[in-house]
């Protein structure tokens, strides 16, 4: 279980960075998130029990990511009917020109048929 992942926005990010923007402006978190929540395998993120896996924004709270110059932590939900290990080396297959060098840590938190949103 990986814990103590919670960070302020570009708190800790190292050279290049951090630098990414997902297409509405927002930084490398968001982008990264955007790109887990299309994988077919990921219902939607998650914090896990206890919420230590975020993104902390001026105003907002950004579930299931935390990145910072040592690595990228992802915390999912999974969709039934797929191997775990495909659906986790998927996300890190997405995010893996994003993470640059830092290893990407992907947990899932649970399995769901349901579909984020839905």
């Known amino acids: 279980m990986t814990t103590g992942t919670t960070r302020a926005a570009g708190e800790g990010a190292g050279e290049g960075a951090g630098a990414a923007r997902a297409a509405d402006g927002r930084g490398e978190a968001w982008l990264i998130a955007e790109r887990v929540r299309a994988c077919a395998g990921v219902a939607g993120l998650s914090g896990g029990p206890f919420g230590t896996v975020a993104t902390y924004?001026?105003?907002?709270?950004?579930?299931?990511?935390?990145?910072?110059?040592?690595?990228?932590?992802?915390?999912?939900?999974?969709?039934?009917?797929?191997?775990?290990?495909?659906?986790?080396?998927?996300?890190?297959?997405?995010?893996?020109?994003?993470?640059?060098?830092?290893?990407?840590?992907?947990?899932?938190?649970?399995?769901?048929?349901?579909?984020?949103?839905?």
């Open 57 to 118: 924004l001026p105003g907002e709270r950004l579930t299931g990511v935390s990145a910072d110059a040592g690595t990228v932590e992802i915390a999912l939900v999974a969709r039934a009917g797929r191997p775990l290990p495909e659906t986790a080396d998927e996300v890190r297959r997405a995010v893996a020109d994003l993470a640059g060098d830092r290893p990407v840590n992907v947990r899932i938190d649970d399995i769901t048929d349901l579909v984020e949103g839905s």
